[in-house]
């Protein structure tokens, strides 16, 4: 059977080798479409997840609304009317009762580390240079524990925060806009104090732009006192033992309390969906190729059945049954996008290879590709898969004809 199949192949050796070369191409497409977002993708999430903390609970900001002043200005008044509706928030942000989130989180044994946090909307001041940012007041100690922040220092040392002292590490963004470098020191702007100056004691560079242009880090007692809210926390940023735990615990969490908890994924939810959009175009377009794939082997074996008709017939009076002549076409298909896929998969993992040798700069410094094994196969069962079922009807087709039919019609 086998013999006559390869026979069958050879015969048409330029559509065989036109339809191994589109089951060869959608497949390289696919491995490298692949291996290109979805290591663009891992980069990404290992940033999101690994720069911050896999769950956050954040203080939930109470905002003034009519009724709130109704009871508080006019309880004796049966009706108000307000010309303007009252808005704002009623006071900053805060986590109430930090010490018992504490306690809660220290016997949690899925936690790994949690660091509190207060963060504030600053003006960072060198000179006539004045530059809107965040100023995060962190725990130098346990926040080193709960994201890899100190991992991209470019100069000074992360730990120069411990113990305070007015003290704030920059990234380089923000640091490059001032025209300030290490040991520098410039003045910091809550908007309700004097300015407030602080020393350059490191530079980081996450590559995030939005991050690294605009976000100060300081000692959380620092920041407390700059804001002149001692002991309060806006943040605790909490890293688990697994990440996969996050939307369980924080699930869990924010049954039970006022606060507002967020998994990691929670918080970048418009950017993991970018992600479903790009994993959509990337199987559009991998299936559209292996569609026109799928439709060349169709076509050479329709046009083999129709040609071999009178060995189809000889082979049934020779005693081969209709599963048989099925076999024998169901095989040159498989024999097609098996060869392809495999020839598919070899030029995939050679453009991947190349790939990640290119040097893009931004974020990265070499293109991310993504080598997993589980890539590979997904790309050998599509082709498998493809040839499987367009060689089907052809193959059936062949199963179905009979010998005193062929006869009878003279071919």
């Known amino acids: 059977m086998?013999?006559?199949?390869?026979?069958?192949?050879?015969?048409?050796p330029k559509q065989s080798l036109l339809t191994l070369l589109g089951v060869a191409l959608g497949t390289t497409a696919f491995i490298t479409f692949a291996a290109i977002m979805t290591g663009f993708q891992s980069f990404i999430i290992d940033q999101l997840v690994n720069n911050d903390a896999y769950v956050k609970i954040s203080a939930k900001e109470k905002m003034v609304t009519e009724q709130d002043l109704n009871v508080s200005l006019f309880k004796d008044k049966s009706h108000v009317f307000w010309v303007t509706t009252p808005s704002g928030r009623q006071e900053s942000a805060k986590i109430n009762y930090p010490l018992g989130w504490f306690h809660k989180l220290d016997r949690d044994p899925r936690v790994l580390a949690y660091s509190p946090l207060i963060g504030a909307m600053v003006l960072y001041i060198k000179g006539g240079i004045s530059l809107s940012g965040k100023l995060q007041g962190v725990d130098p100690v346990n926040q080193a524990k709960v994201t890899n922040i100190s991992n991209y220092m470019i100069s000074g040392d992360y730990q120069s925060l411990t113990g305070g002292g007015n003290r704030v590490i920059l990234g380089v963004g923000l640091a490059k806009k001032m025209g300030s470098k290490l040991s520098d020191t410039i003045l910091i702007s809550v908007g309700k104090a004097d300015l407030i100056p602080f020393k350059i004691s490191g530079i980081y560079k996450t590559g995030i732009v939005n991050i690294d242009d605009?976000?100060?880090?300081?000692?959380?007692?620092?920041?407390?006192n700059a804001l002149s809210r001692p002991s309060e926390i806006t943040d605790i940023a909490i890293r688990l033992t697994d990440v996969e735990d996050a939307q369980t615990f924080a699930a869990e969490y924010a049954a039970f309390t006022d606060e507002k908890v967020q998994s990691w994924d929670q918080s970048n939810a418009s950017i993991l969906s970018v992600f479903s959009l790009q994993d959509f175009i990337r199987t559009f377009i991998t299936v559209a190729i292996m569609v026109v794939a799928s439709f060349g082997i169709y076509n050479i074996l329709n046009i083999l059945v129709n040609q071999k008709r009178k060995d189809i017939g000889i082979l049934r009076s020779f005693g081969f049954d209709p599963s048989e002549i099925q076999n024998l076409f169901m095989v040159q298909g498989l024999f097609l996008g098996i060869s392809g896929g495999i020839i598919g998969l070899f030029f995939g993992?050679?453009?991947?290879l190349y790939l990640s040798t290119l040097k893009i700069g931004g974020m990265?410094?070499?293109?991310?590709?993504?080598?997993?094994?589980?890539?590979?196969?997904?790309?050998?069962?599509m082709a498998v898969g493809a040839s499987v079922l367009s060689s089907y009807l052809p193959a059936r087709a062949a199963g179905k004809l009979n010998p005193i039919d062929i006869v009878r019609s003279g071919e």
């Open 2 to 12: 086998f013999f006559l199949a390869f026979r069958h192949i050879f015969a048409r």
């Open 214 to 224: 605009s976000i100060g880090y300081a000692h959380l007692r620092d920041v407390q």
């Open 349 to 352: 993992f050679l453009m991947s």
């Open 364 to 381: 990265m410094d070499t293109m991310r590709v993504n080598f997993s094994p589980r890539l590979y196969l997904m790309g050998i069962a």
